[in-house]
């Protein structure tokens, strides 16, 4: 039986970040359901300069990821009779990549304004791994609300916010892009090899006072 991750991408900026998540879930062999929200397609050009639309999404979504697509299904965000919009509909889990202000609200307060808002409450209340990845800043008491309220709920949490000690001070965009990606590939337990994992040597070099 087929169950695939269920990727979801809001309009937050940082689609990006999606692009690296689903090229990773495809590298690992893993099926994908791919919901993107109506917002999500006017970031997608503006950051990308690709256009997806429901009617030709296979070639708009490979070009858009720049490579040939897996196991993926595309579901329309206005489908709310789409598979992932019930609770016995196969799946591992779901990711919410970049997640806007307005889709973390939506999902914590159970608006299910559209599929992909449906979908994450779905794994939240099937209590299926459910990871979150917002991307704003700075966030006002209302969104670290709503994030309270989506851990509460048993979702991961997981700001996009990249460590630099793999890369050090001349990381590319990319790098920092993969690192990100990479913990929420972590949160899932997907593997990968998007970036460097901290191994402890400057640890090692420190006194047990930890000083120099």
């Given amino acids: ?14 689609t990006p970040y999606a692009r690296a998540v689903l090229s990773a879930l495809f590298d690992a062999g893993e099926s994908v359901d791919l919901v993107i ?24 979504v490979a070009a858009w990821l720049g490579r040939e697509l897996g196991d993926l299904t595309y579901w329309p965000a206005s489908d709310l009779a789409a598979g992932p919009s019930s609770g016995s509909y196969p799946a591992k889990g779901m990711i919410v990549v970049p997640a806007s202000t307005a889709a973390c609200a939506g999902i914590a307060i159970g608006l299910s304004k559209d599929l992909l808002q449906r979908a994450a409450e779905v794994n939240l209340k099937e209590r299926r791994r459910t990871v979150i990845v917002p991307r ?3 966030v006002t008491r209302s969104h670290l609300e709503h994030l309270i309220a989506l851990h509460d709920a048993g979702a991961v949490v997981l700001p996009a916010s990249p460590g630099f000690y793999g890369a050090g001070a001349q990381a590319t ?3 920092l892009v993969d690192f990100v990606a990479g913990k929420a590939l972590d949160a899932l337990d997907v593997p990968h090899t998007l970036l460097t994992r901290w191994k402890g040597e400057l640890n090692a070099q420190r006194s047990p006072l930890g000083g120099p």
Avoid: C, F, N, Y
């Fill in 136 to 138: 704003e800043t700075p």
């Fill in 1 to 14: 039986m087929r169950e695939p991750w269920v990727v979801g991408v809001s309009g937050a900026s940082g």
């Fill in 37 to 60: 929200s109506k917002a999500a397609r006017l970031t997608i050009l503006d950051e990308t300069g690709s256009t997806v639309r429901d009617a030709h999404w296979k070639d708009d």
């Fill in 173 to 175: 965009a990319q790098q």
